[in-house]
């Protein structure tokens, strides 16, 4: 059987969650770490330095059947990590997180086959969806291929149809093709929708509720509950 290899480039939460929700789909995941080795519990990540030289990756992987996350917290240093990459492998699969468009449409001209944009205020949206297990097929689906899916923030307003509902007793399943992933206030603190806190909330205008689905689905939402934006 052909080897498929996921090479996970950068020690963070997305670095760690990706790994931990990619492990079925390869037969190996490899973590690595700007210019040092870090044990993080079960995960070893191996050292890397930006060079152009990835012979030794080379060596050992089926490079059309492998796939490169770049999350590197510095955007430059990402942004050199994915041109090093598609200069050394031209058919390696890379996906790029992004800190900004700016930083979107480097990462696409620097030969990301994929880049995921994380704004400021949706910084743990990732790691939250991942969370859910009903999430999981999204996400790859996001990752993976060019769809229409994407992730929205919803405000409540005055008017708005379930302003004054408690979140747990919103029957969700209602509006279909949406997943509600997490809630953010006015101070753009951003909580998971079924944390112990915030699933007793009342939604209040002001707060948003950040969505994953198809364009038309969260148009359609958007109108079903009266929102404003």
């Known amino acids: 059987m052909v080897k498929k290899t996921a090479l996970i480039f950068g020690f963070n939460n997305y670095a760690l969650e990706i790994a931990h929700n990619v492990t079925n789909e390869y037969e190996e995941v490899r973590l690595f770490s700007l210019n040092e080795k870090i044990e993080e519990g079960e995960d070893v990540f191996e050292p890397f330095d930006l060079s152009d030289d990835w012979s ?17 917290e510095d955007s430059a240093e990402n942004i050199f990590l994915t041109i090093s990459l ?48 009903i999430s999981n097929s999204v996400l790859q689906n996001i990752l993976f291929e060019e769809t229409d899916l994407k992730v ?27 997943i509600v992933v997490s ?28 969505v994953v689905g198809y364009v038309h689905d969260i148009e359609e939402f958007k109108i079903l509950i009266g929102s404003e934006s």
């Open 56 to 72: 030794i990756i080379e060596n050992s992987i089926d490079v059309e059947k492998s796939v490169a996350f770049c999350t590197l």
């Open 152 to 178: 929205a923030q919803i405000k409540i307003g005055d008017n708005c149809k379930i302003k004054d509902e408690q979140i747990l007793s919103i029957d969700w399943s209602r509006y279909n093709g949406i």
């Open 183 to 210: 809630l953010m206030h006015e101070d753009m603190k951003n909580e998971f929708i079924y944390s112990s806190k915030v699933k007793h909330h009342v939604l209040q205008s002001g707060d948003f509720l950040v």
């Open 86 to 133: 598609r200069a050394y492998f031209a058919n390696l699969t890379i996906i790029a997180v992004a800190s900004n468009k700016e930083n979107a449409n480097k990462l696409t001209m620097a030969g990301a086959n994929k880049v995921v944009p994380i704004v400021e205020t949706t910084a743990d949206i990732i790691t939250n969806m991942l969370e859910l297990p």
